[in-house]
């Protein structure tokens, strides 16, 4: 028998989907736009990918919850799940969030105002799927968590990794976050690459403070737009930050293509051209900036120019600052103790940019913690929580254990949800001693669940609604 079964499973086509390193079938399920209220029978297609070459009967299903991007690049950058897949014989699949994608509940409507948006939440994207043992990181890592909290009769349990299910109103301190991406450039850039980057806020404002400056910076970086209103500012200062964080996040000791082509090591390799080039006036800091930028931009040096309104191509940024104006609030702030431009924590400010640019407001910042617990995790169990230490989202994460029930492990030298990568051989130590943590945790839920559904025969002892009979043998 099966250990994971979806409720009501309408496959409508399936296509064969092949990428560089693995291959699926692509299927979908149909699934109401509103799982909560019964004033609408409205459905649509939620995609996901299916690969069944390590399945054998009885086997679990290895399913991960999605992220807020297409479900292609999450599946292609957790090859974790098919390291382990031939051990457990597990049938894997990937689901693709609502709204993000192809899944998208109203085609080309879905993201033109709040009446067909209004359907984006974590609470509605859980009810999408039913599965047994979970696995997820960043978002996808605290939605792994939550589908167990919510739905434990049908999840078995959880690899929650790098999912940061704390970065909310009073959990955690604002300003972490911040300072573990600069305690990162700084201890592996050292210090000239973090003072150069604090240094250079007030550059950026004082040379664009007038139209050739503007235009100076748009040239310096390779800007797809001329800087033009003094809002433009605003936005490429957003866009720099948001890459520093990135590169922090995705600070692999090996080459990826996860959200950009980066080389190995990109924090070192970033400082590492800052560092070199000897600045002597503002505008030779900005020009070590950009030539340090192509690290993230233009690695492969095929990018025409850099737009700043996006720093990841597979990224969903559209449907993510919507859940950020509706459920997602995560508190950040910035002070003089690390390399950001200085920034509070605005609650209400937050809500005016929301209502500009959605047309909503958040309700309040409390509304995760309402809805999922927040640090009251002591009634939950079968969840891991694992967390790289160089990775900004372990401010949010849980990084010791909560129960015997409720286990974390932290991988002192580890980027964002390393250990959800494929086995390679510049692996650390640690990442390898986490990876096998989850699989011990795996096979103690799986042999409970056996000793306790089985008898000695193997047989099945209930019957249990939440299988789908045509799965079992």
């Known amino acids: 028998m099966q250990y994971v079964i979806f409720l009501s499973l309408l496959v409508f086509s399936s296509t064969l989907t092949k990428d560089l390193k693995y291959a699926f079938d692509t299927k ?42 297409s479900i292609d690049m999450f599946a292609q950058n957790t090859g974790f799940m098919f390291d382990i897949a031939p051990r457990f014989k597990a049938l894997i699949v990937f689901a693709e969030h609502r709204y993000y994608g192809t899944s998208l509940p109203f085609g080309n409507l879905s993201y033109t105002s709040p009446k067909y948006l209004g359907y984006l939440s974590s609470g509605q994207a859980l009810a999408d799927y039913l599965p047994v043992i979970a696995f997820g990181g960043s978002y996808g890592g605290m939605l792994a968590a939550w589908l167990r909290m919510k739905y434990p009769s049908s999840v078995l349990g959880a690899i929650a990794s790098s999912a940061p299910i704390w970065q909310f109103k009073n959990l955690t301190p604002c300003e972490n976050f911040y300072r573990i991406v600069t305690n990162v450039f700084e201890g592996l850039g ?119 309104g996006k720093t990841a191509d597979n990224l969903g940024d559209a449907g993510w600052n919507f859940q950020s104006c509706t459920e997602m609030i995560m508190p950040m702030c910035s002070n003089s103790f690390d390399m950001f431009e200085n920034s509070n924590w605005d609650f209400h400010k937050y809500s005016d940019d929301c209502y500009k640019e959605f047309g909503v ?47 974390a492990i932290v991988i002192p030298d580890g980027a964002h949800h390393f250990d959800l990568r494929a086995a390679n051989e510049q692996d650390t130590g640690t990442v390898k001693s986490a990876r096998i943590f989850h699989v011990d945790a795996i096979e103690h839920w799986l042999y409970r669940y056996r000793l306790e559904h089985f008898d000695s025969l193997g047989k099945y002892k209930y019957q249990d609604t939440f299988y789908n009979t045509n799965l079992l043998d």
Request: charged share 20%; net charge neutral; glycine share 6%.
């Open 28 to 69: 979908y399920i149909e699934v109401p736009v509103d799982h909560f209220s019964f004033t609408s029978n409205l459905t649509f297609k939620l995609r996901y990918l299916v690969n069944d070459s390590f399945y054998e009967s009885r086997g679990p299903i290895f399913f991960y919850t999605g992220n807020e991007g």
């Open 190 to 308: 050292g210090e000239k690459c973090s003072e150069t980057i604090r240094n250079s806020w007030k550059v950026i404002r004082s040379v664009a403070s007038d139209d050739a400056g503007k235009s100076k910076i748009s040239t310096l970086w390779n800007l797809c737009s001329t800087l033009k209103k003094d809002e433009d500012i605003n936005k490429v200062i957003d866009w720099l930050s948001n890459i520093y964080i990135n590169i922090a996040m995705v600070n692999y000791p090996y080459s990826t293509s996860f959200l950009v082509p980066l080389p190995a090591n990109p924090v070192r390799e970033f400082c590492g051209k800052i560092n070199s080039y000897n600045y002597k006036d503002n505008i030779g800091l900005l020009t070590a900036i950009g030539q340090a930028l192509e690290v993230y931009t233009n690695y492969t040096k095929t990018t025409k120019c850099n737009d700043i």
């Open 361 to 407: 407001r958040p309700r309040d910042e409390d509304v995760p913690i309402l809805e999922y617990g927040g640090k009251e995790l002591k009634y939950s169990s079968n969840i891991v929580f694992s967390n790289g230490l160089m990775d900004p989202w372990s401010s949010g994460g849980v990084l010791s254990n909560i129960t015997t029930k409720i286990l």
